[in-house]
């Protein structure tokens, strides 16, 4: 599903350049649960955004769903998250003047799809996510457990290859957290590959897979129980450099 | 996003959106009912005067002392002004169009002081008069030069026997017959016959409805303060004002030379208060435009900031740059619109105002539909570089922003 070899990310301001990523390489097979972990500023976040198209990478390679993806441009981009990718945010990320139905319609518009198909998808997802009887409600209107089951809905109404999710229960209390969790699980085993950036060492160990970043790099894989309890590193996330 | 989400969407943003309405209403209303305004004004100055303007000089002199002999003066003068290079023709009269002063009299067609007569502007007139001014003669004849007479202050003043009149008086005049040929009868109910018919002509008051009415009377007037009404061959007009200058005040120390002016010039002055009007309205209705222009940049500017996180998911959820502009530039259209429709009503208000309370015509309704469309281009250029600036929101931003 995902193949990525020795990628290199540098984030450069005025002053300061930061390696986010150092010569990354993992890949994600087809229906695998993975879960990525790690401090802050480990890069956990860039290698997402670096996994969903949202950034570029410098050196290296990415191979998603059998394309190599470095030579796409902007729309084509845009076109591959549309159809390959469903994002999962930390905030939701909803739309907040559109209700429910609309939101979860968002990406399907993009694609064009005829109206009726967008109709029955809409209302799968949201059956999916238990919020089909709220579709003319406003996401204000919801918990924030709720309202990341509509925008897990809106991730599946586009049946993406891959859902990406960074921290998807970072905002939830721990009961929420659980149930957006269980919901998670419930479409890996329908078949979903899906990746997710948690702190949470419990939700981890829910995943098949963990994979430990650190500093920009995969400092530990655990396929059998999940994360292994490292010790807390050492801050060592940005170089100074002293451009010409 | 499609047309329905959209709608609802600015429904729940009501505030800014229909400030912006109000805006286009407003300015709809006052930049068509201006620009039929300022439409009427320069229709106003660009009429055609039947008269040769650019060509046309306007000299004033005046003699003094007792002996003054004000009849050799004009007589000398003419001649020493027709004999400047470039000088078609030159008359003596007593007041000279487009220049807001001048004599008016009544006309009738019947010898009854009961009648109603016909209001006119009344010149006298050499001859040359009509060559003078560069104005056609439609029929009859011009006066002969025995017909034309110096009339000194001391002179009864008959009326003559034979007068011209403006196609627009005579049809006025006489609606279903010809009046060449026809008498008319002065205020004093003395009757002239009308030999020529000039085909149109200006006369000296350019606010009056009836600035076409004209009568000339065959005379030379010689008083004390004299006009002159010259022509020139085109092209010559500021060579010769000078030489009439000079030359007049050289020839004859008794008779100062008060002033040599292009009609041109005294009919823009006559005309002053139309192109001021004109000139402050399209001020008016420019700074409007800009300042619409503005607000459109202004709102759209803070619903691209206020909106830069939705921006962002929309693009990591597959939106492409362009749909993101369409999308600004939709919102903003449907506003604009919503506006237009508000500002039909209320342009059609104003024009029913402006028509009742100060007797203007009334407004083509044809200004609507491309005031509307002059709107519909604004508002798509004020909003399209707010749109660009949305377009190039990073979609990280859907994951870096809290
Ligand atoms: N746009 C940016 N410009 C400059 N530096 C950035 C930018 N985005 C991220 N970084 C830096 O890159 C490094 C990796 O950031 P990243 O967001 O991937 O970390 P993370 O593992 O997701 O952290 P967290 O757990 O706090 O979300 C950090 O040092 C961060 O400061
Ligand atoms: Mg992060």
Not at chain 1, 135 to 142: C, S, T
């Given at each position: 599903m995902l193949e990525m070899s020795r990628i290199q990310k540098i984030y450069r301001t005025e002053l300061i350049e930061t390696h986010a990523l150092r010569d990354l390489s993992l890949s994600v097979g087809d229906g695998e649960f993975v879960a990525v972990t790690g401090p802050s500023g480990s890069g956990k976040t860039t290698f997402l955004n670096i996994a969903g198209l949202l950034e570029s990478f410098e050196n290296g390679s990415y191979v998603l769903d059998g394309r190599n993806v470095a030579g796409l441009n902007d729309d084509q981009r845009s076109e591959f998250r549309n159809r390959k990718i469903g994002f999962i945010f930390q905030s939701f990320n909803l739309i907040p003047d559109l209700n429910l139905y609309d939101n979860v319609d968002v990406p399907l518009r993009y694609r064009r799809l005829p109206a009726a198909e967008r109709r029955a998808r809409i209302r799968r997802a949201l059956e999916t996510v238990g919020l089909a009887s709220r579709?003319?409600?406003?996401?204000?209107?919801?918990s924030g457990g709720q309202q990341q089951r509509v925008a897990i809905a809106r991730a599946l109404a586009g049946e993406p290859a891959m859902l990406l999710a960074d921290e998807p229960t970072g905002n939830l209390d721990s009961a929420m957290a659980h149930q957006v969790m269980d919901l998670l699980e419930e479409i890996h085993a329908a078949g979903a590959t899906i990746v997710m950036v948690t702190h949470d060492p419990d939700l981890a160990r829910r995943a098949e897979r963990n994979i430990h970043l650190m500093d920009g790099r995969v400092a530990l894989e655990d396929y059998s129980t999940g994360a292994a309890d490292l010790p807390p590193q050492p801050a060592d996330r940005e170089r100074l450099v002293a451009r010409a | 996003m499609g047309f329905g989400p959209m709608m609802s969407s600015l429904m729940r943003n009501k505030t800014g959106a229909i400030l912006v309405a109000l805006q286009i209403a407003v300015t709809l209303a006052i930049v068509i009912n201006s620009l039929f305004i300022i439409m009427q004004r320069v229709e106003k100055m660009n009429r055609d005067s039947g008269i040769d303007v650019p060509n046309v000089i306007i000299t004033d002199v005046r003699g003094f002392g007792d002996d003054f002999n004000v009849v050799d003066s004009i007589s000398n003068d003419i001649e020493l002004i027709k004999s400047i290079p470039g000088v078609i023709a030159a008359t003596v009269s007593n007041h000279a169009p487009l220049t807001g002063s001048g004599s008016g009299t009544g006309l009738r067609t019947v010898a009854d002081e009961t009648v109603v007569p016909v209001g006119t502007a009344r010149y006298r007139w050499s001859e040359e008069g009509l060559d003078a001014l560069g104005v056609e003669l439609a029929r009859g004849r011009n006066f002969y030069p025995e017909e034309v007479q110096y009339i000194l202050p001391t002179s009864n003043s008959a009326a003559p026997a034979s007068i011209l009149v403006t196609q627009a008086l005579a049809d006025e005049l006489f609606p279903d017959e010809d009046a060449l040929g026809k008498t008319v009868y002065w205020g004093s109910l003395e009757p002239s016959t009308i030999v020529g018919i000039i085909d149109h002509m200006h006369g000296s008051w350019v606010n009056w409805s009836k600035l076409g009415n004209v009568v000339v009377q065959p005379g030379k007037p010689a008083y004390t303060n004299n006009r002159y009404i010259i022509r020139v061959q085109p092209g010559m007009r500021d060579e010769v004002m000078p030489l009439i200058e000079q030359r007049l005040g050289e020839s004859n120390r008794r008779r100062v030379v008060k002033d040599v002016r292009a009609l041109e010039d005294i009919a823009a002055r006559s005309y002053r208060r139309d192109r001021g009007m004109a000139i402050v309205l399209t001020v008016v209705i420019s700074f409007l435009i800009g300042l619409t222009g503005l607000v459109i940049v202004g709102l759209s500017s803070f619903h691209v900031t206020q909106r830069t996180k939705q921006i962002g998911t929309r693009r990591a959820l597959g939106a492409r740059r362009i749909d993101i502009v369409r999308q600004f530039m939709l919102e903003n259209w449907l506003i604009t619109t919503a506006g237009a429709a508000l500002g039909v009503i209320l342009t059609v208000a104003v024009a029913y105002w402006l028509e009742v309370s100060f007797e203007l015509p009334r407004l083509d309704w044809r200004y609507l539909p491309g005031g509307i469309v002059v709107l519909w281009v604004l508002s798509s250029i004020a909003v399209y570089e707010p749109a660009r600036r949305a377009a190039s929101v990073p979609p990280a931003v859907a994951t870096r922003s809290v």
């Open positions: 579709m003319k409600h406003l996401p204000a209107q919801l | -």
